[in-house]
């Protein structure tokens, strides 16, 4: 990827994910692919720069594993309930290893009787048509567990984005309005184009359709082709208005949780992610979309191994989301770390 800065914006020329440009894999380093090392047992909790005293409570364990996942939420104390739960993921592009797998996850998701949901991508890649996608859903092992729902399969539906700087409409999977609730079910990690993927990322990229994919990445410009050259605050605040329009659908029909581990600086999107060369943090949840993505930067940020993490996030503006996302009433940057470990 290269990033030009002009005039003070940033602006996307080429992307290393998503099946368009793979760079080439990164040397090995000593964190595998199943590391249970976690840096949490040296990050103070003190220095999590936006944990303060407040009403947005953040949940947290270093425990990466099936009970884990269980014990976050459960103590959010909102039930994922419904004839029809839907569970977001990325299914991971074909080549790559990080994203969520069905050890981890399968149980969880059972156990609230969730659909896996996922929408295609619009730029190429092993799952930009509906028939490419479920084979690497498959292949992934999703339905080894649940029913997957590609939810754009029939095309989009649309809802409006109030008072967006950037957008008019929101643009998902036309299966969307199927659901009762959505768990917002993420693998936290860095990003080629947002600097960082989180909860904001999954529903405003990966709960829209390839249509509404190229409406947010154009900041509203259009939604028939890829643009690529869209001034990088732009694309980050048209993620913010996007997941805004949904979660403000949704109402309390939602929860997030998140997982960090294999912290790369690349997506599951890309076929051929760097190694990640920091160690594994834990799983966080919320019921606020910008809390969580906040206290997963600020674990990255007081991680001593972090480094090439936060020089990802910084070179693409990544917080620029989180600053619009509170400023239009998305969520709040400010939480309060509650360790489940204590």
């Given at each position: ?32 692919a199943n590391a249970s090392a976690s840096s949490s047992a040296w990050i103070d909790n003190a220095q999590l720069a936006h944990n ?176 690529w050259q869209t001034p990088q605050n732009d694309f980050l605040e048209s993620m913010a208005e996007d997941t805004k329009a949904v ?95 204590k």
């Amino acid at each position: 990827m290269r990033i030009m800065k002009k005039t003070g914006v940033f602006f996307i020329t080429a992307v290393l994910c998503c099946g368009i440009i793979s760079a080439a894999p990164a040397k090995k380093s000593a964190v595998t692919a199943n590391a249970s090392a976690s840096s949490s047992a040296w990050i103070d909790n003190a220095q999590l720069a936006h944990n303060k005293a407040g009403s947005v409570k953040v949940y947290f364990t270093k425990d990466i594993s099936p009970a884990g996942i269980q014990k976050v939420y459960v103590a959010l104390g909102r039930k994922a309930e419904g004839k029809n739960v839907a569970v977001k993921v990325s299914t991971g592009e074909a080549g790559g290893n990080n994203y969520l797998h069905a050890s981890l996850i399968g149980d969880f998701v059972k156990s609230i009787h969730g659909t896996i949901v996922e929408c295609n991508t619009a730029y190429g890649g092993s799952r930009s048509t509906t028939a490419m996608h479920r084979q690497v859903a498959k292949d992934h092992g999703f339905t080894s567990f649940a029913n997957v729902d590609i939810m754009d399969e029939d095309g989009s539906v649309s809802i409006p984005v109030q008072n967006g700087r950037h957008l008019k409409e929101a643009m998902l999977g036309k299966n969307w309005t199927k659901y009762d609730f959505y768990v917002i079910l993420s693998h936290f990690k860095g990003h080629a184009m947002g600097g960082f993927g989180g909860a904001i990322k999954n529903i405003a990229i990966g709960m829209s359709s390839a249509a509404g994919k190229m409406n947010v990445h154009s900041a509203g410009r259009t939604s028939k082709r890829f643009v690529w050259q869209t001034p990088q605050n732009d694309f980050l605040e048209s993620m913010a208005e996007d997941t805004k329009a949904v979660t403000d659908k949704l109402g309390s029909r939602v929860l997030y949780v998140s997982v960090m581990n294999r912290l790369s600086v690349d997506c599951d999107c890309d076929s051929h992610p760097a190694e990640p060369d920091m160690h594994d943090i834990g799983i966080v949840a919320s019921l606020d979309p910008v809390a969580i993505d906040q206290a997963c930067v600020d674990f990255i940020y007081a991680s001593p191994d972090g480094k090439s993490l936060i020089e990802r996030m910084e070179s693409r503006n990544g917080v620029h989301t989180l600053e619009y996302g509170e400023q239009i009433g998305l969520g709040s940057r400010t939480y309060t770390l509650v360790n489940l470990d204590k």
